[in-house]
């Protein structure tokens, strides 16, 4: 059985990066410490009057500014995780498979770049899948898929779910 390790890219989601969930986590950590302490540094200093009120705003306005990278953060975090749970569910039933690859992109003028179409059998049915348009926000994660234009790489599928995900070379 194959886990999220295992896994470089999925034609729904593209590149998969589990780094970046924990960068983001210990980003999150950091900038809610950093919050905490420019709010209670600037109450302390506000009680003890060494600070006057518009020193205080500036405080409560930076401290404003890092709540709301936080969340932001704490957004993209929930989405990554998202992702990752939607993986691991897919991997419960993965069968590897042989696919043969083509980037669509070069012959199909409505495709998008490092689009991809994955051709394989899949018991005793051929089956061909395209991968999905990303949007802007996405940019970077299907440029994975050119490194296995041309090729016959193994690949996992999920028939439940009829996803398929590209395993990392070893």
């Not at 003890?48 to 500014?65: C, D, K, M, P």
């Not at 953060?73 to 995780?81: A, G, S, V, W």
């Amino acid at each position: 059985m194959y886990n999220l390790n295992q896994i470089e890219a999925t034609m729904k989601h593209g590149k998969i990066n589990i780094k970046s969930q924990i960068i983001l986590k210990l980003f999150i950590i950091l900038l809610s410490i950093l919050s905490a302490f420019v709010l209670i540094s600037g109450i302390i200093i506000k009680a003890l009057n060494e600070i006057n009120n518009q020193e205080f705003i500036i405080t409560i306005v930076i401290f404003i500014l890092t709540i709301i990278i936080i969340i932001i953060f704490t957004y993209l975090f929930l989405i990554n995780k998202k992702c990752l749970n939607e993986i691991s569910e897919w991997l419960k039933d993965a069968v590897i498979c042989k696919a043969k690859v083509n980037r669509v992109d070069f012959t199909n003028m409505n495709s998008q770049p490092y689009q991809i179409e994955v051709n394989f059998e899949f018991n005793n049915k051929k089956i061909k899948k395209i991968s999905k348009k990303f949007n802007l926000l996405k940019v970077g994660l299907p440029k994975i898929f050119a490194k296995y234009d041309n090729k016959i790489i193994n690949i996992l599928y999920s028939e439940k779910y009829d996803a398929v995900l590209f395993v990392k070379n070893k």
